[in-house]
């Protein structure tokens, strides 16, 4: 149940295929080749992250999934969008607020 009803969220504020289903980041044919060639300043990362047509579309998924029992996440501009679409990212400070105190890891020391 929990599956349909993010796909709901997802569907709702996504941005979609023809076929409905959310549109995902891909890296554009410059990029790919740039990685083939080993270039070290070939971008990394968002690829398969599900667009979002702008921050607030992002943002109110993002208070979805989470009502849904999923992890605080948070908006951002995507580094390769043109047009200025947006993903979510896991929000760090936002999870260690909502966890209990003996439940936030602790640096190790030693190293």
Do not use: W
């Amino acid at each position: 149940m929990v599956d349909s009803d993010r796909g709901r969220v997802l569907s709702r504020y996504a941005r979609l295929m023809r076929s409905g289903r959310p549109e995902v980041c891909r890296p554009g044919r410059r990029e790919i080749e740039d990685r083939e060639r080993g270039a070290a300043n070939a971008a990394a990362g968002s690829d398969g992250k599900v667009i979002y047509p702008d921050r607030d579309a992002a943002e109110c998924a993002a208070r979805e999934l989470e009502a849904l029992g999923g992890r605080p996440q948070r908006a951002y501009l995507c580094g390769r969008s043109r047009r200025g679409h947006f993903h979510l990212t896991t929000d760090l400070v936002a999870e260690r607020r909502r966890a209990p105190a003996g439940m936030i890891p602790r640096p190790r020391s030693g190293y």
